[in-house]
């Protein structure tokens, strides 16, 4: 598989974090956040389960292999860090859904941006190589017009934007990883600038 073609298909994947926004929308808060902390410990099992029982790390590598990087096969994967980040966002913005669709909708929209347009546009490398400055302003510009969408004043909009940036370009190393702080960073700014 090729990288692009490896990178779409994980970004794909990454929407799925919009089923939690949907979920926050049909269900409601608190509810949502008791079905979430639910479902973040049937992941959180199944992730142990695959770590530690080989029929069943077989069985879930050849399932989503292809979506995994590597050192996720070996760690727990990007589910938990979505999964947690997700309802931290949504504990930090204390019911408020335009709050939750922002963090939520910055992760999906903007990292998947960042990464999509740094593969296939990125000539000016960043930070020692690893980032572009073409991803990096793709993810800015899909934060930025994610959060306008969800009723965001534009200086709101472009801080909590300019967070989930910052937070995409720093280096995933054990618990600090984008998908968890994204949307972590997104709702507290939101919060404190009182976003609308």
């Known amino acids: 598989m090729s990288e692009m073609r490896r990178e779409f298909g994980r970004k794909a994947f990454h929407m799925l974090a919009l ?4 979920a926050f929308v049909l269900l409601g808060w608190p509810r949502v956040g008791w079905c979430m902390a639910a479902w973040l410990v049937a992941v959180s099992a199944i992730e142990t389960a695959r770590l530690k ?3 069943i790390e077989r069985f879930l590598v ?3 292999g292809g ?8 760690h727990y994967s990007g ?8 309802l931290a966002a949504m504990l930090i913005a204390a019911g408020d859904p335009a709050i939750v669709g922002t963090a939520i909708g910055q992760l999906a929209f903007g990292d998947a941006a960042a990464a999509l347009a740094g593969k296939a546009f990125g000539r000016t490398k960043i930070l020692g190589g690893k980032k572009s ?3 990096t302003l793709a993810g800015l510009a899909a934060g930025y ?4 969408a969800c009723g965001m004043l534009p200086g709101a909009a472009l801080a909590s934007a300019l967070a989930a940036s910052a937070v995409e370009l720093m280096p995933t190393t054990g618990w600090f990883n984008d998908n968890l702080w994204m949307p972590v960073a997104s709702a507290c700014v939101l919060r404190l600038l009182g976003a609308r």
């Open 62 to 64: 050849g399932l989503f």
């Open 19 to 22: 089923g939690y926004w949907g």
């Open 67 to 74: 979506l995994m990087r590597e050192t996720e096969r070996r």
């Open 145 to 148: 017009a994610v959060a306008l």
């Open 53 to 55: 029982v080989p029929v």
């Open 133 to 135: 400055l073409e991803g």
């Open 79 to 86: 589910i938990i860090h979505t999964t947690s980040g997700s």
